[in-house]
């Protein structure tokens, strides 16, 4: 294991480092590098890093297409739901007004009931 070990390290200082060109460096593991039930207890997983350069231009491209794709959406639905509070906001002055009819109604009832 010590040689594998070595060579893993041998291999990883031969790589160039990747020059700063407004890139991004990511690190992913993974999942399932998680020891198994049928592994034995002395040995140890170890997990695996992979490093992911990715240009500025490109992430900013996928930013503006899903920006693009659900904008759209999401201020139609922000409009709706704009409309629907106003309506509610109606809705409540008018059944307000109704219910103070229907006390005065009420009113005018027990006052009639008393003669």
């Known amino acids: 294991m010590e040689t594998e070990g070595r060579a893993d390290e041998s291999s990883s200082s031969q790589r160039d480092p990747p020059q700063n060109t407004g890139s991004y460096e990511f690190s992913l593991t993974p999942q399932d590098s998680r020891p198994t039930e049928d592994s034995q207890p002395a040995e140890k997983s170890v997990p695996i890093e992979e490093a992911i350069v990715v240009d500025r231009k490109a992430i900013e491209k996928l930013t503006e297409g899903l920006l693009s794709h659900y904008l759209p959406d999401l201020y139609s639905s922000k409009q709706a739901l704009l409309e629907l509070n106003q309506n509610q906001v109606i809705l409540l002055d008018t ?14 009832l ?5 003669d």
């Open 95 to 108: 059944l307000d007004q109704e219910v103070t009819k229907f006390r005065e109604c009420n009113s005018l």
């Open 110 to 114: 027990d006052l009639n009931s008393l």
